[in-house]
């Protein structure tokens, strides 16, 4: 498996091994079964028709970008953080903007939640016991209780999605933790956005975030892998392990923000000067997978 423990561990000297690799776990919870698509490697699969199209509108000369890292950014945490909860965890009730496309709840948010900084306010919750996954977007608790836009609730251990059309704590009606780059575990795919995107989704995504129907965009839940040709080897150990797992399982889209930005989860052993290198890798390296054969 890719692992961070250490910068020696990064050698990757095995990196196009096919072995048979462990399912991503947080807490003794499985980050979805090895048969999601999350999970599910993407680099014999073959390249989109429509490839160089999706990705000169995402932005052929924009450099990938690490929206995660260590220290804090105007005093919040880089990234997006999660909370791992008892199965005893008290529950509380949320009022949701978007109620009709919400999971009713109760949601088992802790006293001192840890949030996501900027105007999004994410919370993610992992509920050990029960292996449930709780994701809310635009959080805020007043004096009449919880709020949000959106909440959305998946069983760890199942591949089911959410209903057609709905959205979740992400445009895309998809889970955040699975595509986050996580300090010691890059086994997955990974997150990212794209500046614009079409009035459309593409499995495993649920939900699109655009009135646009030009076909050049691209739609929600479009997968991307950084092409095999590319050589990785004069990158940092971080950014290379990053790199490497774009090889392997690319990653999807899942929101509209700025091009190529990686989510990840924030934690003091990433190193910022690392993964900047990730800058060194612009569209033109990458390619849009064709995943129409890709299900559980």
Request: hydrophobic residues 40%; neutral net charge; aromatic residues 8%.
């Amino acid at each position: 498996m890719i692992r961070l423990l250490a910068a020696a561990v990064l050698a990757l000297a095995s990196a196009g091994a096919a072995s048979p690799i462990a399912t991503p776990e947080i807490a003794g919870c499985p980050i979805f079964p090895a048969t999601n698509p999350w999970n599910q490697r993407v680099d014999k699969l073959p390249v989109a028709k429509n490839s160089a199209t999706l990705i000169r509108a995402i932005g052929l000369d924009r450099p990938l970008h690490a929206d995660f890292g260590s220290g804090l950014y105007d005093g919040e945490p880089i990234g997006i953080p999660y909370n791992v909860v008892p199965a005893a965890q008290p529950t509380v009730h949320v009022t949701f903007e978007y109620a009709d496309e919400s999971d009713k709840g109760p949601y088992p948010i802790p006293a001192h939640p840890r949030i996501e900084g900027g105007s999004d306010h994410h919370i993610l919750i992992v509920q050990q016991g029960t292996c449930r996954l709780f994701e809310l977007g635009g959080a805020q608790h007043t004096a009449a209780g919880w709020q949000a836009w959106a909440g959305a609730s998946w069983s760890l251990r199942s591949n089911a999605v959410r209903p057609a059309t709905w959205t979740s704590a992400d445009a895309a009606g998809l889970p955040i933790l699975p595509g986050l780059a996580r300090y010691g575990d890059l086994d997955h795919a990974l997150r990212f956005t794209a500046e614009r995107t079409r009035r459309a989704f593409i499995y495993p995504a649920r939900h699109y975030a655009s009135d646009s129907t030009d076909p050049s965009l691209p739609p929600m839940g479009l997968r991307v892998r950084l092409k095999a040709s590319f050589d990785v080897s004069g990158f940092p150990p971080q950014a290379r392990a990053v790199l490497e797992a774009l090889k392997r399982y690319g990653m999807i889209l899942a929101d509209n923000g700025s091009p190529w930005f990686i989510t990840g989860a924030p934690d003091p052993r990433w190193s910022n000067d690392e993964l900047h290198a990730l800058g060194r890798v612009t569209g033109r390296d990458l390619e849009v997978v064709d995943t129409s054969g890709l299900r559980p």
